[in-house]
């Protein structure tokens, strides 16, 4: 249901990430994000200057005068917005939800694809497939995705990543660039292969959310840890040192296997916390893109 306050929201965050967009984003946003490659535009009269080899031979029989051909880039792009929505999304100590970081950044790289003509689409999943809206242009549509960002109740709880790439891969025909929006409380075994087949065809970038007290959890006695996507209670004694160095190391472990699945993809990482500023995240991927576009790598 559209409440007022939910259109308060969205409204507040379009005015926001359109400012982020055309103050910061925009314009690496179409230097990091080419298009598909150069499409024939038309012919033009020989201008001096022109490459003897963009002289299009053809034509020039038939006229009798020297014609070149002209190029522009294919620019057009689709983005994918692929959005884990499992219950440990809706979890935030500091500042706010991780689902509500989720659809503020989702916003900015949105209305980033919009003000570049580019396609936006969204796949909402949990341990299924919850939304699916396909890709589209325009502000209208863009609204759309973040209000279902916002507002959207998932059924499901779990996680399964590999189904929310499998979709994408089964959607998207053509090279596109997707983000993949998720905190990755799950064994990075499960979703290995799928990421790096969506990577080898696709641009895949991963928004990796968390909240500080997942892997920092501070000496105040017993306490109960419930799953959120399981439901399951444990019950801790966060002052016993045996079981916070156990906690640490299993942190570190997770942490390692997860950072070898993403680097073996080749995929980039975009590490982001409930009290960060994602918009520093966010301008250090697209300064770090800009400079391996500029050396070519």
Do not use: C
């Not at 003000?115 to 939304?131: A, C, H, P, S, Y």
């Not at 059924?155 to 590999?162: A, P, Q």
């Amino acid at each position: 249901m559209l409440t007022a306050e939910l259109m308060s929201k969205i409204r507040r965050i379009e005015i926001h990430t359109r400012h982020l967009v055309d103050d910061l984003f925009a314009g690496d946003y179409h230097s990091i994000f080419k298009g598909r490659g150069i499409d024939f535009d038309e012919v033009r009269p020989y201008q001096r200057g022109d490459e003897v080899r963009t002289i299009d031979w053809n034509v020039t029989a038939r006229t009798g005068d020297l014609y070149v051909k002209r190029y522009v880039e294919e620019r057009e792009l689709t983005v994918m917005l692929a959005v884990d929505a499992s219950g440990s999304s809706d979890f935030g100590t500091v500042n706010r939800f991780k689902r509500e970081l989720a659809a503020e950044m989702a916003a900015v790289l949105s209305f980033a694809a919009t003000t570049n003509n580019d396609r936006v689409g969204l796949i909402i999943f949990t341990d299924k497939i919850e939304l699916l809206i396909p890709p589209r242009k325009g502000r209208k549509h863009v609204l759309r995705v973040i209000r279902e960002l916002l507002a959207f109740e998932p059924t499901g709880h779990g996680t399964d990543i590999k189904l929310g790439l499998d979709t994408v891969n089964h959607l998207l025909k053509r090279k596109g660039i997707v983000f993949l929006v998720s905190d990755f409380l799950t064994d990075p075994e499960e979703y290995r292969q799928a990421m790096l087949i969506t990577s080898r065809r696709h641009d895949l970038i991963a928004i990796d959310l968390h909240d500080p007290m997942e892997s920092n959890i501070e000496d105040v006695g017993v306490l109960v840890l419930e799953d959120a996507e399981t439901g399951d209670l444990t019950w801790v004694d966060t002052g016993n040192p045996q079981w916070r160095q156990a906690f640490e190391e299993h942190n570190r472990q997770f942490e390692a296997a997860k950072r070898r699945v993403f680097n073996g993809a080749k995929v980039d990482r975009i590490l982001v916390t409930t009290p960060d500023d994602y918009v520093a995240a966010l301008s250090k991927f697209f300064q770090n893109r800009v400079r391996r576009v500029a050396r070519g790598t």
